[in-house]
């Protein structure tokens, strides 16, 4: 009787509208350079306070789904990712674009996401509570092998030369160095400056080397140098098709975001990038990639839509929060009394049930949203590039001011994107940096955990942080991962 | 050519009109008090007529201006966390109350630092407010090299009492604070404690005090992890707040202890710690502050109004849905308040002043 109830709740002209609204916005934050899903959540929360909780969550997590894609849109059409999970869809994507292929780019980037999305949501669905406890078997030592894998990927996933894409991740490392260090407070490369003490957030560093950069280079061009756009049909089905013969990659892609989305804090950007590299080590076509390889879209744009599943797992079965933006859906849920972890599911069926369902929803509206908004996305290169730089680079900066409401990071994030333009010239590739941002503090702080937790327990640190299978096993991952980075590279040594 | 040009041109001008945008902002926000009142006395006359019809009916009201503008209220926590809860819960109803918009800014970074910062050094006309969780303030005053002390705020208001509480990881093997301590004393260093936030540290650093034991304490950036780390069996106790009690419990980790006086009718299936013979009295109280210098009408206007919302019962009821144990303390009640847990924790944080912020 009850399950009846929660199904025709579920299918009700105002689940479908607000979830309908939810993945609008959540596009066209995405869209945005420097707004994405996190700050749109943000922004609507105090607006769900007077909703029912599961339609307020619903609004949420539709947002969190239309975010994860719009990102890819202006990647794709203009190379600026406003997100990091969007850097390899610009990666592949624009240049695509500059082949006149914009719209290909785009179907490849919406039929993806619609399945690398569907399998995270039918993951929470089905599987919540296994792999719940699954994310609970990494612990310091799990987090600090895994992070490291994802640190020597980058080495197989961007630029032409491995020593320019090192080079590139240690500049992203030594950034993510600046400021009070996690575990002492002791001070790192802040010269006693106030603002530098909370270090630089990754919003301003995504925005000066995708944003500033890409627009700081384009300056110094003719504006019709910039795109040559030629709008050249292509039929949905076409690529359709393509997808449905790389099922792989959307499947691998699916998997490395539900797995890997499961972990608390690297989620999102490891597993899009893991997947992304995947694509290149099976590509029969590796060295198209960075001039335009679809597959790179397809394994990249499945993943980051299947954490958007994922990254509820550890929310909805145990209250914690894996990722920024599952940590504000957490808030929205405490504001309504609604207590996390598996009791959600007996005490408030109606709230979880209805939740988990209508996040299929989401995969459904951002597709309706996406293939047919494709026609009027493409306008965008029929825009001036006089009229889109100033444009980008206005959302950029409001982007970069309203992260943390700070003119410092508006500032850092011109002073990165003059870097980036420079990196450009030299062919350094930036993705790696960002990489190294993101991955630098986990790395550090699971490594600073473990040693504690080994000097307090009297093992060396190597033997804590290899008592468990899952722990040996990834240790041996790093090192096979290594390998095939350097057999990969070989040719560019 | 041209295009080239014209480029540059564009962009240099839509440059040029943000930054004149940002610093008329700045100059507009910094002198509205002075700007006022010589240009706008209709408006000055009009809004004091407002105000004795006010007055008139409410005798204890005193005559103000305030607030004529939207108030910024600080918070320097990330969006969705407890602080952040309660200062929106404020905001909405302070609006009401004093009928202008109040926007929260979320200010995070360095354990609230940042945004501490900034309230301290914001002007003191009224428009921006902070809210933060007592004692962050204190703990980073004494052990980080801070621009603020507890003097440079005027404290108006607190509203809740969230104790601090120390849990046992699922395979432990202690359930209650006497026996941690004894498996602390028989594996000295050994025992792993995580802890996240200001108060976190400070508690293990008085547990230890307290018990005469030596525990090993793991630093955590924030409470999700530490706890997702407590339930995989990866530390042996979390030294985190009591309202995380229903997360850990369903998993199957312990409330080994809370610091109340008594057993609070929110957690009241968990043990004190006091029940227990531990004395570790610590817990966070959200607090509402102006920076320091504020008017005394301003003080007073805010103190009515907070006064007012303090007593009503669906405030009340807004934290009780938040699972937050709710307290009001108005404008001299919180003075005593702080004045005296600060006598508490001072000794503590000096004690052990070597073990924060280095090793």
Partial sequence: ?493 | MMKRKSLYGVTALSLGVILAACGDEEAGNDNTPNDNDPANNNNVANNDADNNAEANADDDAEETDYPENDIDIIVPYSAGGGGDTVARIISDELSDELGVSINVINQEGAGGEIGISEMANADSDGYTLGVFGYPDNLVLENTADTDFDFDSFEYLAAFDDVPHALFASPSAEFETMDELTEYAEENPGELTFGESGALGLLKILAYEDEAGVDVSAVNYEGGGDLINDLLGDHIDVASSSITSAPEITDAGGTPLGYAAEERVEMFDDYPTHLEQDYDLEMGVSRVLVAPDGVPDDVVNALSDALDTIGESEDFAQQFEEANLPYRYMGHEEVNDYLENANETLQPIIDENEDDFGGE
């Fill in chain 1, 1 to 493: 009787m009850q399950a009846m109830d929660i199904l025709v709740g579920i299918l009700s002209f105002e689940v479908f509208l607000i979830v309908f609204a939810g993945v609008l916005i959540g596009v066209m934050v995405g869209a945005v350079p420097g707004l994405n899903g996190a700050i749109g959540i943000s922004l609507l929360l105090p607006l769900t306070f007077a909703m029912e909780p599961q339609i307020g969550l619903l609004l949420l997590g539709g947002i969190y789904m239309g975010g994860m894609y719009g990102g890819s849109i202006t990647a794709i059409l203009l190379n600026v990712p406003g997100d990091v999970v969007a850097a390899p869809a610009a990666m592949e994507g624009y240049p695509l674009t500059r082949q006149g292929r914009a719209k290909e780019a785009l179907y490849y980037s919406i039929f993806s996401s619609m399945f690398g999305g569907l399998i995270g949501v039918l993951v929470l669905i089905f599987f919540t509570p296994p792999l719940a406890n699954f994310a609970l078997q990494f612990g310091p030592a799990e987090m600090f092998f895994i992070t490291l894998s994802g640190l020597i990927i980058i080495g197989a996933i961007a630029g032409e030369n491995i020593y320019k894409s090192f080079f590139a991740a240690l500049i992203g490392l030594f950034i993510s160095t600046i400021g009070m260090d996690m575990a002492t407070a002791t001070e790192r490369f802040t010269f006693d400056s106030q603002a530098l003490r909370a270090g630089i957030p990754v919003i301003p560093i995504v925005l000066g080397m995708f944003c500033f950069a890409e627009m700081f280079h384009n300056l110094g061009k003719k504006a019709n140098e910039i795109v040559t756009y030629k709008d050249q049909q292509i039929k949905r089905m076409t690529v359709f098709k393509d997808i449905v013969k790389n099922k792989w990659l959307v499947i691998k892609g699916g998997f490395f975001g539900t797995v890997i989305g499961l972990l608390p804090g690297v989620g999102t950007t490891l597993a899009v990038f893991m997947s992304y590299g995947e694509a290149k080590r099976v590509s029969k076509r590796r060295e198209e990639f960075e001039k335009g390889n679809q597959e790179g879209i397809i394994a990249a744009e499945s993943a980051n839509n299947a954490t958007v599943g994922s990254t509820m797992v550890p929310l909805l079965a145990l209250g914690v929060p894996g990722s920024p933006t599952t940590a504000i859906i957490a808030g929205a849920l405490i504001i309504h009394g609604i207590i996390l972890g598996p009791d959600l599911f007996v005490n408030r069926p109606d709230v979880a049930y209805t939740f988990l369902y209508g996040m299929l929803f989401t995969v459904v509206a951002m597709g309706i949203i996406g293939v047919f908004g494709i026609k009027y996305f493409a306008y965008i290169l029929k825009i001036r590039m006089e009229y889109i730089v100033p444009t980008v680079l206005v959302f950029a900066l409001f982007g970069a001011y309203s992260f943390r409401n700070s003119v410092f990071d508006v500032l850092a994030a011109i002073v990165i994107g003059i870097f980036g333009a420079l990196f450009k010239k030299l062919n350094v590739p930036l993705a790696p940096v960002i990489i190294g941002v993101v991955l630098g503090p986990l790395i550090e702080t699971n490594l600073t955990r473990s040693m504690t937790i080994a000097e307090a327990q009297n093992l060396p640190l190597l033997q804590y942080m290899l008592t468990n299978p899952l722990a040996m096993f990834l240790f041996a991952l790093v090192f096979v991962i290594l390998y095939i980075v350097i057999r990969m590279r070989r040719r560019t040594f």
